[in-house]
């Protein structure tokens, strides 16, 4: 037998032996090892549960208890008894309901117009072919980096101009589309729109809008229903426009506006402004749940084509 042949012969044995202990090695071990795996992954998600979900805890450990309570030290950590009573003061200190209807019109329209004009804008500049495409869409992403303190002044005077300072309309016809929005959608026509099926759907006599409503919008559908629910969270929870236009009009408040009045200039009863807080948070819960499938399909197909 040559050296070669020796040497062959034993990494060969080396291996066998090699095998065999990894096939050999007791099932208890194995389990052992999948457990401290799966236990570390389920105490990970543990935590990420608890400090999601602390925070509406303390809401409303806040709004049950009473503000003297509350003003003690150290602070109490378990629900109170007032919880109904500090939500009935919220409700009757500023016009709640109107307050609630107004957000839910402003967040609505405001959501629908961005859905349509950046799924609009999105696939033309994804799959259409115009002069200056590139240009302009890096003006768009450019209006991304402009603070919206900076347009305050300009946008108010403008909103002055066309009489529309403490209505609605202020509130939403400069949100009707975002730079945000047109961006997202182009990625996301990029990405679910083949070539193809534009191509057979032109054949076949569609027009511009045609294609987007037939093979544009059900191929896109994941993705703008979590730029849907981005944009309407986004909508209800705005604070410094809504409070610069529609200060001077309080029937026409969105519930932050009118959350904000539930406080006075020396004393902050924080357990019933708490108490309304938590209840404005309840539509946002609910749209959440109702959404939350679509939104996790379109986070995932964009996770998996990126």
Not at 78 to 106: C, D, H, R, W, Y
Not at 205 to 212: A, E
Not at 247 to 257: E, F, K, R, Y
Request: charge should be positive; glycine fraction near 8%.
């Amino acid at each position: 037998m040559t050296t070669l042949e020796r040497v062959s012969t034993g990494s060969e044995r080396s291996n066998g032996r090699s095998d065999t202990v990894i096939r050999d090695r007791p099932p208890l071990i194995r389990a052992g090892h999948a457990v401290r795996r799966s236990g570390l992954k389920y105490s990970f998600l543990g935590l990420a549960l608890l400090v999601s979900v602390f925070p509406f805890y303390w809401m409303f450990v806040v709004a049950s208890n009473s503000n003297a309570v509350m003003s003690q030290f150290p602070p109490r950590v378990i629900p109170g008894p007032n919880f109904l009573t500090n939500a009935q003061l919220a409700v009757e200190g500023v016009p709640f309901v109107s307050a609630l209807v107004n957000s839910f019109v402003v967040a609505a329209a405001i959501t629908v117009s961005v859905l349509f004009f950046s799924t609009m804008a999105g696939f033309a500049f994804a799959k259409m072919r115009f002069r200056g495409r590139g240009g302009l869409f890096t003006f768009v992403l450019g209006t991304m980096l402009v603070p919206q303190q900076l347009g305050l002044i300009p946008l108010f005077i403008l909103m002055g101009y066309f009489g529309w300072v403490g209505q609605l309309r202020a509130v939403i016809v400069p949100s009707l589309v975002t730079a945000f929005g047109v961006f997202w959608m182009r990625q996301v026509v990029a990405g679910s729109v083949p070539d193809e099926l534009l191509e057979a759907a032109r054949m076949d006599g569609c027009s511009i809008f045609g294609m987007v409503r037939h093979v544009v919008w059900p191929s896109v559908a994941p993705g703008a229903a979590v730029l849907g629910l981005y944009t309407f969270l986004f909508a209800w929870n705005d604070f410094l426009w809504p409070l610069v236009v529609l200060g001077n009009n309080p029937s026409n408040h969105t519930i932050q506006i009118a959350l904000r009045t539930l406080s006075d200039t020396y004393y902050v009863n924080y357990s019933m402004v708490m108490a309304g807080t938590l209840l404005s948070v309840v539509p946002l819960m609910v749209t959440f749940v109702l959404f939350s499938r679509q939104m996790v399909a379109g986070a995932m197909e964009g996770a998996v084509k990126g």
